[in-house]
């Protein structure tokens, strides 16, 4: 397996963003995307949003999936608040887990599965995390369920983690192929979550320049009340 680079590595923090002003749009209007309810958190459906280049890759990779398949939108934008919550929340966890562990070592850790709030790439309307389901919307084998920690699927979370079955690596497979061909970039603790235009996908694509950085949705009653603590929280 080749260096996974995670959220928290400096390199990440490095990139410059040059915001381009791209605006945040909901892909329920005529994109024809599937969108899954699970991550609805407030009336205005903030996770429903992304930046319009974002979302016309995601388009795009949905006509190169094979007969009998679709895209399944879970989640993109994230409030800034939201994403510091789940950060925070996952941190607290593992350090109960491990209070031997440094503060960096959480950090590190953390970003496994919740991007640090300063790059979160969800907060930038610039991720997506999504799956595949087939004509009558079921998910199809991924491995995991989609917010499976490390922890919980002894790293099958991992998009190329070698303990799932050949049905899943094949689905997998079959995602990857279409989102990388649309130019997007993978975080590959995630098998679910996929970027394009953020710090994360500039590293990863030789991009010199990031061209989302957070952002606000410019939306009235946006949540400011989140999950209680016993929900999961899901990932970078």
Known sequence: MSEIILMSDARV?????????????????????????????????????LRAGVLDRLVK?????????????????????????YFDKYSARLRTDHPEWSAEQVRSAASRFVSPPEIAP??????VDLTLAD???????????????PEESAGACYTQADN?????????????????????????????????????WALQSGAKVAHYGAKDLDRPHVATRWPSPEAQPWQA
């Open 13 to 49: 923090a490095a990139v410059p963003v040059q915001e381009c002003g791209e605006r945040l749009v909901d892909v329920r209007g005529g994109s024809a995307l599937l969108v899954d309810e699970r991550k609805q958190q407030d009336s205005a459906g903030a996770f429903t949003y």
């Open 61 to 85: 990779a949905q006509e190169l999936l094979p007969g009998g398949m679709q895209l399944l939108f879970v989640e993109g934008y994230r409030p800034p608040s939201l994403q510091r919550h």
């Open 122 to 127: 969800h907060s930038a309307g610039a991720a």
């Open 135 to 149: 004509d009558e919307g079921h998910e199809l084998d991924m491995g995991t369920r989609m917010n499976a920690t």
């Open 164 to 200: 799932i079955s050949g049905e899943a690596r094949s689905h997998r497979d079959i995602l990857g192929a279409a989102l990388t061909a649309v130019g997007m970039v993978n975080y590959p603790t995630e098998w679910w979550h996929w970027s394009y235009g953020d710090r994360y």
